[in-house]
């Protein structure tokens, strides 16, 4: 057994270091300015300003360049909560244009082609207004943008129009009073702001805005943020125990902890009877139907436990079919 445990560990690292090389070769710097704040009705926006500057010095600067927001199977995409595109174009150059102008149909909402001038440098700004229905959704409500009593739950996803093959700087503004809690590397000196590389590692995160509750566990190279949002952030003292003996104990198990920083984010949402989680990239999601303390310990604990394994098992691998998904879950 631990021959094959150390077999699966090696496996692991070795597909780290193909992603990680993969993400390592990026044509443009995005730089992106996210403040949350909400509409006059009370919904919860994000206004985003993008500059996106070409940076391969051993490539010719393209006339064009696509950027959009993924689709994901949500219903309608993503991009149809997009509201106020505009590109910020020099003077003389044509406005973006849905690419296959012909056949509107076939275009996904939140697909743009900007022409990109001399410099290399390309500008837009849009704002994302949280209307999503994560009813109707396939992967479950706990990855989709939700409200919460105190705050927002957004994902990567449902935030960044981006350009492929592009590595990031994101700062993120609150409302005063809120806070912001996501799983990016922090610039130094820059409050707020962080570096991203690679355009999967943006779209395939978490983040959290407002009032909740907030621990830090550091368990070898491994940064780990608890969020619990509303009432279940009055369960954060033993979620907080739970989480590190299973970190140290599956660390015990791999030889070290998942490299890097990951955000788990909690809150109560779930139908009654009901617990949901899933991940993006390095983070986790879960929704339950009521505050975890020790007397229901033996309902939540195998769940959280199972979700965070996925953070080994279901991350580091890259799967050539979705059925080999099954995988991640029976192991």
Known sequence: MMRRIAIFSASLCFMTAIHAADEAQSDWLA???????ETQAGVPTAEVEATLKWMAKAKACPRSV????????????????????????????????????????????????????????????????LEHDPSNWGPGPD?????????????????????????????????????VSVSFEPIVGRVGSYTVLGESRRRDSFLIAGNYREAQLKVSKAVVTLALGGKLGDSMPV????????????????????????????????????????GFGDDLSVLTDEPWVLSNADRWRPFLCHEIFHLWNGNAISFGDEQQYWFSEGA
Do not use: C
Not at 156 to 176: Q, W
């Open 31 to 37: 730089r992106y300015r996210v403040v949350f704040g």
């Open 66 to 129: 696509q950027v959009d927001m993924a689709q994901d199977e949500f219903p309608k995409g993503y991009g149809s909560f997009v509201h106020e595109f505009l590109a910020v174009l020099a003077e003389g150059l044509p406005s973006p244009e849905q690419p296959y102008a012909a056949e509107p149909l076939a275009v996904p909402e939140g697909r743009y082609r900007l022409p990109v001038p001399g410099n290399g440098s390309v500008r837009f700004r849009y704002k994302v207004v």
């Open 239 to 278: 979620v907080e125990e739970v989480v590190r003996r299973f970190l140290e104990a599956s660390s015990g198990v791999f030889g070290g902890a998942p490299p890097g920083r990951i955000l788990v984010v909690g809150n109560l949402g779930a139908r009654q009877g009901s617990l949901f989680g899933g």
């Open 143 to 179: 990855e989709a943008p939700y409200r919460f009593e105190g705050g927002v739950f957004w994902t990567g996803r449902a935030l960044f129009i981006t350009a492929p093959r592009s590595d990031v700087e994101v700062s993120f503004s609150a409302p005063k009073g809120q806070r």
